[in-house]
């Protein structure tokens, strides 16, 4: 299999930005007094908080810890604000005393208690701490934009059989989606335009008749989303999309999926895609759309929107077994810095040296480059050749199940 890559490369001026922490208060060399329980109104609420934070950071007594926050937690004269950061010192505490499901839970319990919010002052730390607690890191997987204009696919014709008009004539559809990204291939070819379906077959029987369609879509790119949005699955149709590169759902929320995670991976270990869907008593259904590498989702999705029944057996749904372009683009485009040390070097001896350099290269299963040739279409950076070959050789792709072959030109000029 041949892909071909065509980007362009010019030199940038890069800056690295450093931020430095601020040091506690207090004399170096003065250790922070411990905890100590302080009478109502000689210790604020904000420095209670503070000297918990401080005492867990130093693997102080635990259960001393969990007792302060919660009077900290519960004082009249604590603003909303401040029993926000409270609860999560709780969860820490929580944590330490050996009680995962309690941090869990407070911090599920904070999420929801937020869930009209979109913005609030401790929103990020909170979505950090959960996913922390649940996968063991609190980065978010970074995902790729693909904007596009939603047409009205089979599968959304499909789908608007499960949104009756209410007692008013409106069609109130509420969709809520979890993984992917913002803006993934559902809008570009209508997986669940369950509005445009709703319009077009009203078109067919009344075609100037006024059709009252109530649309809302919100994507969440984390199942972290659940959690805020719990109040709300119940009345909606609810897609989530599910990768083992950073998209894994964990099985605390397997009641809320078609089918447990555990198979859920089991079958994505096997190289294939995977579509499922449940149906729920006078709610609409859940779907589920899986593939083991993210940018395989825009495949499975499209098969998706091709189907003219849920697939209420889950389905699997074949994948391209080599990497997709946009993958192997994030690669090489990271190791720009690596291209331009060679092109720098070339340009000390001449300042007018441009051209192009093709990189021919194959990618095996394990994503590690097994043959390279780099190849110059100008003598002014030919030298530049091993240099190029050299740098592109240590690149490292996404696991596949089928090597890859790519011919990628890099252009230079000054």
Same mark, same amino acid.
């Given at each position: 299999?041949?892909? $071909?890559?065509?980007?362009?490369?010019?030199?940038?001026?890069?800056?690295?930005?450093?931020?430095?922490?601020?040091?506690?208060?207090? #004399? &170096?060399?003065?250790?922070?007094?411990?905890?100590?329980?302080?009478?109502?109104g000689e210790t604020s609420v904000a420095l209670r908080i503070e000297r918990v934070a401080r005492a867990l950071d130093r693997g102080e007594d635990p259960k001393q810890a969990l007792d302060e926050i919660v009077l900290a937690l519960t004082h009249p004269a604590a603003t909303a604000t401040e029993q926000d950061e409270a609860t999560l010192v709780q969860s820490r505490a929580l944590e330490a005393n050996g009680d995962m499901e309690g941090a869990i839970s407070a911090v599920e319990a904070l999420l929801a208690q937020h869930a009209g919010d979109r913005?609030?002052?401790?929103?990020?730390?909170?979505?950090?701490?959960?996913?922390?607690?649940?996968?063991?890191?609190?980065?978010?997987?970074?995902?790729?934009?693909?904007?596009?204009?939603?047409?009205?696919?089979?599968?959304?014709?499909?789908?608007?059989?499960?949104?009756?008009?209410?007692?008013?004539?409106?069609?109130?559809?509420?969709?809520?989606?979890?993984?992917?990204?913002?803006?993934?291939? *559902?809008?570009?070819?209508?997986?669940?335009?369950?509005?445009?379906?709703?319009?077009?077959?009203?078109?067919?029987?009344?075609? #100037?008749?006024?059709?009252?369609?109530?649309?809302?879509?919100?994507?969440?790119?984390?199942?972290?989303?659940?959690?805020?949005?719990?109040?709300?699955?119940?009345?909606?149709?609810?897609?989530?999309?599910?990768?083992?590169?950073?998209?894994?759902?964990?099985?605390?929320?397997?009641?809320? !999926?078609? !089918?447990?995670?555990?198979?859920?991976?089991?079958?994505?270990?096997?190289?294939?895609?995977?579509?499922?869907?449940?149906?729920?008593?006078?709610?609409?259904?859940?779907?589920?759309?899986?593939?083991?590498?993210?940018?395989?989702?825009?495949?499975? &999705?499209?098969?998706?929107?091709?189907?003219?029944?849920?697939?209420?057996?889950?389905? *699997?749904?074949?994948?391209?077994?080599?990497?997709?372009?946009?993958?192997? $683009?994030?690669?090489?485009?990271?190791?720009?810095?690596?291209?331009?040390?060679?092109?720098?070097?070339?340009?000390?001896?001449?300042?007018?040296? $441009?051209?192009?350099?093709?990189?021919?290269?194959?990618?095996?299963?394990?994503?590690?480059?097994?043959?390279?040739?780099?190849?110059?279409?100008?003598?002014?950076? $030919?030298?530049?050749?091993?240099?190029?070959?050299?740098?592109?050789?240590?690149?490292?792709?996404?696991?596949?199940?089928?090597?890859?072959?790519?011919?990628?030109?890099?252009?230079? #000029?000054?």
């Open positions: 299999m041949m892909k $071909q890559f065509g980007r362009g490369f010019a030199l940038v001026s890069l800056a690295s930005t450093f931020v430095l922490g601020c040091a506690g208060e207090g #004399t &170096e060399g003065t250790e922070a007094p411990a905890i100590q329980a302080a009478p109502a913005e609030w002052a401790f929103s990020s730390e909170a979505e950090k701490r959960l996913r922390k607690l649940l996968t063991g890191s609190e980065d978010t997987p970074k995902r790729r934009l693909t904007p596009a204009e939603p047409p009205v696919s089979i599968f959304a014709a499909e789908l608007a059989k499960y949104f009756p008009a209410d007692a008013g004539g409106r069609y109130r559809v509420r969709v809520l989606a979890f993984g992917g990204d913002r803006n993934f291939s *559902s809008d570009r070819i209508g997986t669940f335009n369950v509005g445009g379906a709703i319009r077009a077959e009203k078109e067919k029987t009344c075609p #100037t008749c006024e059709v009252n369609v109530d649309s809302n879509t919100n994507r969440e790119t984390s199942w972290i989303g659940i959690v805020r949005a719990r109040a709300e699955l119940a009345s909606s149709l609810v897609v989530y999309y599910y990768d083992l590169e950073g998209g894994e759902i964990p099985a605390r929320y397997d009641a809320e !999926l078609p !089918l447990p995670s555990a198979e859920i991976k089991a079958r994505l270990a096997k190289g294939k895609g995977l579509v499922a869907a449940k149906k729920r008593d006078g709610a609409p259904p859940v779907i589920l759309i899986a593939a083991p590498r993210f940018s395989q989702l825009d495949n499975v &999705e499209s098969t998706l929107a091709g189907m003219d029944a849920l697939p209420l057996e889950a389905t *699997s749904v074949d994948v391209p077994a080599s990497l997709e372009a946009e993958e192997i $683009q994030a690669v090489v485009r990271g190791s720009f810095n690596s291209f331009r040390v060679c092109y720098e070097t070339v340009l000390q001896r001449n300042p007018a040296a $441009q051209g192009s350099i093709s990189l021919d290269f194959k990618i095996d299963a394990d994503g590690h480059v097994t043959t390279m040739k780099a190849t110059a279409d100008s003598a002014s950076i $030919q030298s530049m050749e091993t240099c190029m070959r050299d740098a592109a050789q240590a690149l490292v792709f996404p696991a596949a199940t089928k090597e890859t072959w790519v011919v990628y030109p890099v252009l230079f #000029t000054p």
